[in-house]
């Protein structure tokens, strides 16, 4: 597990600098959602970038900071160098959706597009800070970036005690998010008289056209995993070899589950119509595996991790699942 010192220090360090984002209670499908679209950035990666970016020291501030990321990452780092006064290079797909790599620039990041997917991107980018003693932000295999993805949970059980004995459905990809929030979660169950009666189940649910992490979870590799165009952009790409994400995830997840791109389509545009939330496809994967019955039907939290999506690409779903 994490540092518990870390897990708190996090919450502490992000107050006023994160936006608590809001939390529904569907009743008639006993669901707690949590809304992340609707962070700083319009994604959780906010939270860990900038969690990572603020204890370092200026030393390592003026030696700018670099990434790699299918876009959301990206934001969350930029969004942390202005705040910390430092330059940021983040190193993308040139297949990543294009209103990511503009709110990237936007935010004031230097992006250089990179051919291949993210695996290529996070390999050149990894090499472009050795070379240049640039500081690394990595989008989930670092502790302090994990610390910070766990207040998700950290904000949602100050609010709903109760939620820690339900299910957590939580996307995942390299494992930030879900790792964080199951060591926020075993730490809750930890603290509790109630021994481990406290901690509900942890569902990841990963997109099949890029089980990379399920591969390492059931099969302790991923070299046979496929690499294949998805809705879930966020969620695609190899892990990065060693991270410290795939133990967490072993020792405190109980499940990683999989779902179709027809079913990540149906539960983006069932998020529009039945709750007014735009979502983006790797947002969309808790719902979708709720939506599916690829879990159980139970008191659930499900984690909505964003919701920058290619407005043309959500207008067509919404067309094509109209009722």
Do not use: C
Not at 236 to 244: D, L, M, Q, Y
């Amino acid at each position: 597990m994490l540092p518990p010192e870390w897990l708190k220090a996090a919450s502490q360090r992000l107050d006023g600098k994160i936006l608590h984002t809001p939390l529904t209670h569907d009743t008639e499908r006993n669901l707690y959602i949590k809304w992340e679209n609707h962070q700083k950035t319009g994604s959780f990666k906010a939270r860990g970038a900038l969690n990572r970016s603020l204890i370092l020291e200026d030393w390592e501030r003026e030696m700018g900071l670099v990434t790699a990321s299918a876009g959301n990452h990206g934001q969350g780092v930029a969004l942390a160098g202005q705040i910390i006064g430092a330059d940021v290079r983040v190193f993308a797909s040139k297949d990543a959706p294009a209103v990511k790599i503009d709110a990237m620039r936007d935010l004031g990041a230097k992006v250089e597009l990179i051919k291949g997917g993210y695996h290529d991107a996070e390999e050149a980018g990894l090499a472009f800070a050795k070379r240049n003693d640039a500081v690394w932000i990595s989008p989930y295999n670092d502790g302090h970036v994990i610390a910070g993805q766990g207040t998700v949970a950290s904000e949602i059980l100050a609010e709903h005690p109760e939620t820690a004995e339900m299910t957590w459905i939580v996307p995942v990809s390299g494992g930030g998010l879900l790792a964080g929030i199951a060591s926020v979660l075993a730490g809750q169950a930890q603290n509790t008289l109630r021994h481990g009666s406290a901690r509900g189940r942890v569902i990841g649910v990963q997109v099949a056209a890029s089980a990379f992490m399920h591969g390492l979870f059931y099969h302790d590799t991923q070299d046979d995993v496929e690499d294949l165009p998805t809705l879930a952009d966020g969620l695609a790409g190899a892990v990065e070899a060693n991270s410290i994400t795939i133990p967490l995830i072993r020792k405190y997840v109980d499940e990683i589950i999989l779902v179709s791109e027809d079913e990540v389509a149906e539960a983006l545009a069932f998020a529009w119509r039945e709750y007014g939330e735009k979502i983006e496809g790797a947002g969309a994967v808790g719902l979708a595996a709720v939506l599916s019955k690829k879990v159980p039907q139970e008191a659930s939290v499900i984690v909505v991790s964003g919701g920058n999506i290619q407005p043309e690409i959500h207008a067509e779903i919404l067309t094509r699942y109209e009722k």
